[in-house]
């Protein structure tokens, strides 16, 4: 596992880290079922820096996925703040949080959320069409179709182009959804149980792609995982437990 | 891009949404050839109607206007044709012949017809000629029972053709019936036929008084018309006939020429409205009671119901537009319960809400968009192939969707009108819209969390 120095030495929690790809800050969230209110975080504070894999480690129920979709801006938090490069983002406008989202952060599920009606070049294809009019896309059209058919004979499906999700295996499913993730270049990934859907063998090749990926790209990941091995296998590890950083 | 990219996918990818065009192309066909089918009537009513009345009458039932005074006024404004004096009179007309009247009955009673009740018309008929067709309604019929003696004095009776006898005391006045009240299969009822006429007037004491006369049938008309109710209703006498009915004796020139109405009229028929308030103006300070209005207005109160009938045929129709909007609703609605994932997928590739709702919306409007081309098509070819379609249903089964023999017709009447085409379009349209956009909607507000915390 490599040190990545100054991002691993992680930052003084409650200060703003000029340095870090995306940071939460003092994060709370809470749900109301009927009268009960579940208290899910508890003033989280945690930084992603550019080129490191981050593990987020937690027992069911931990809050991991919340505060990944948190940090993706798909959940707003009920109090806290979320920084990318350095900016403020919680407030933005749904629409502005869209354009960021597309823009610093891709994501990759532990059941792939393929479109089934698209095949896996039109998938990888779609991660880069969110921003585009139809005039910019006819305009850029070929050049992200071969960067698409690129990536995804990197994940070695050149001969799965045309395919469909249904006609798919997991671990292929997994790969595309991966390609559509890094067809937009984004400078972070969140990946949620990456491999919590596939079979040793197979999340063995998955893993092994997300760190060739961070190594030749340098694209940062923070991963969801249950899995110790893949905890240890990452540059830091956050420990959640009830909904607070226990450990990093 | 990506919403157009993901509509477009969505619309070809799930076959299902065939069945909400088809929906929406049977409700719209069914407006276009409906709606087709009653503007044709509607417009055969309204050219039926305007055959039948004068571009503007002067009305006065208290039969006390002078036709002179009204001729006077009318002429005296260059708007003015021509004008020509009617009394229009209510009347039981009974035929002699006791077998004559059983053999009328029988047939009468075949037609439906159970009354000899008539409209008698008094005309002039020098005046009558300038404001209507009815010399060629009278030249037009040959037949030895049913031709004038004369098309320049058709009230004149030829004695040879109408023998006195029975027990009732006859006039010479004659009286002109439809071709169909006279029934031409039935030689007895022709020219030379006595008839009584039976009504009422107002005697000196404001009381009724009941009257009889005595015509005979001098000719038979014809308007030629599609629909024959002139010919079943109305009969025609010489207005001093009638004026002598009412006491006038038209030998004194110093009798008033009574008139219940009068015919105007006009060079141009587009003033009518413009003239008619002129006329009105001008009786009105000449003293005399009457009241000159346009053929509208006259036939307002069956316009009015024409026009109410094919309102509510329209709600109807836009209901059934609304049902199948419905299944475009259903059909979207589990479209976007199934693509929960799939909004969670795009929010999180940066999708915004509006982006989401436009994809779902686009799939609504491409849907009824399809059904209502085809249903314009659909409606246009059943329209031009409705007769066709008629005697098809006719010879194979027996039914008819349409009982020309009813109406008198050989085919059914319709009108394409381009004005309707449209008007259904962006009606089906809009209605579409509005059903689309309740589960495009839902589909922009949902939580993309929702979609990845329920996996």
């Known amino acids: 596992m490599e040190d990545n120095g100054p991002q691993a030495a992680a930052m003084s929690t409650k200060q703003v880290s000029h340095d870090a790809l995306v940071q939460a800050v003092a994060i709370t969230k809470s749900y109301r079922i009927g009268r009960r209110e579940i208290q899910v975080l508890r003033g989280v504070d945690m930084a992603v820096y550019p080129e490191e894999i981050v593990a987020l480690v937690g027992q069911s129920g931990a809050g991991k996925s919340t505060l990944l979709h948190i940090l993706g801006l798909l959940d707003p938090p009920t109090s806290g703040e979320i920084r990318y490069a350095n900016q403020p983002v919680t407030r933005l406008t749904a629409a502005r949080q869209a354009a960021m989202r597309h823009r610093h952060v891709g994501f990759v599920f532990q059941f792939y959320h393929l479109i089934p009606e698209l095949t896996a070049l039109q998938n990888v294809c779609l991660g880069s069409m969110m921003h585009e009019s139809v005039f910019g896309w006819m305009s850029r059209r070929r050049v992200v179709r071969e960067r698409a058919s690129e990536l995804l004979a990197q994940m070695g499906l050149g001969d799965r182009l045309q395919n469909r999700p249904s006609q798919l295996s997991g671990g292929e499913r997994q790969r595309v959804a991966i390609a559509r993730a890094l067809i937009a270049e984004p400078s972070l990934i969140l990946a949620d149980e990456p491999t919590g859907n596939l079979d040793t063998e197979t999340a063995r090749g998955i893993l092994d792609l997300i760190w060739s990926i961070n190594e030749t790209s340098k694209i940062a990941f923070l991963i969801v995982t249950h899995n110790e091995r893949v905890a240890q296998m990452s540059n830091r590890i956050i420990r959640l437990r009830d909904g607070a950083i226990v450990e990093e | ?455």
């Open chain 2, 1 to 455: 891009m990506y919403r157009w990219f993901l509509a477009l996918r969505y619309i070809l990818g799930r076959p299902i949404n065939l069945l909400g065009s088809i929906g929406v192309m049977v409700a719209v066909a069914a407006l276009i050839a409906v709606g087709s089918v009653f503007a044709g009537f509607v417009q055969e009513a309204r050219a039926h109607v305007r055959g039948n009345s004068p571009t503007l009458s002067y009305l006065d039932d208290t039969l006390h206007s002078d036709f002179r005074t009204v001729a006077d006024v009318a002429l005296a404004d260059p708007a003015v044709k021509a004008i020509a004096p009617r009394i229009v009179w209510d009347a039981l007309l009974y035929f002699d012949n006791q077998i004559e009247r059983n053999e009328y009955s029988r047939i009468a009673d075949r037609d439906l017809r159970t009354t000899n009740y008539f409209r008698v018309v008094g005309i002039d008929w020098k005046r009558e000629q300038e404001v209507s067709d009815i010399r060629s309604w009278v030249d037009s019929v040959k037949g030895p029972l049913q031709t004038v003696a004369d098309v320049d004095h058709p009230f004149e009776v030829d004695a040879d053709r109408a023998p006195p006898r029975g027990d009732f005391e006859y006039g010479e006045a004659g009286i002109l019936l439809g071709r169909s009240r006279t029934l031409g299969n039935v030689p007895s009822i022709g020219v030379g036929q006595r008839v009584k006429l039976a009504s009422a007037r107002l005697d000196h004491g404001d009381g009724l008084e009941a009257v009889t006369w005595p015509l005979v049938v001098s000719g038979v008309f014809s308007s030629g018309r599609r629909y024959r109710d002139i010919e079943n209703q109305t009969a025609f006498v010489d207005i001093e006939t009638l004026r002598r009915i009412f006491g006038e004796d038209p030998d004194d020139p110093d009798s008033r020429e009574v008139i219940s109405e009068a015919s105007i009229t006009l060079h141009d028929e587009t003033s009518m409205d413009a003239v008619a308030a002129r006329l009105n103006r001008a009786m009105l300070a000449k003293g005399l009671r009457g009241r000159v209005v346009t053929w509208e207005e006259r036939n307002a109160r069956f316009l009015t119901a024409v026009e109410i009938e094919r309102n509510v045929m329209r709600i109807v129709l836009v209901i059934l537009v609304i049902v199948a909007s419905f299944l475009i609703f259903a059909l979207l609605s589990v479209m976007v319960s199934q693509k929960t994932r799939d909004i969670g997928i795009l929010a999180a590739l940066g999708a915004t809400r509006g982006g989401v709702l436009t994809i779902f919306l686009t799939n609504g409007i491409v849907i009824s968009g399809i059904g209502i081309l085809l249903g314009l098509l659909l409606g246009w070819q059943l329209v031009v192939r409705l007769d066709g379609i008629n005697n098809w249903l006719r010879q194979r089964w027996g039914v008819g969707i349409f009982p020309t023999e009813i109406y008198g017709r050989d085919g059914i009447p319709s009108v394409l009108e381009l004005s309707w085409f449209v008007q259904v379009s962006i009606v089906a349209l809009a209605i579409a819209v509005l059903f689309s956009f309740i589960p495009a909607l839902r589909a922009a507000r949902f939580d993309p969390v929702r979609a990845f915390r329920y996996e």
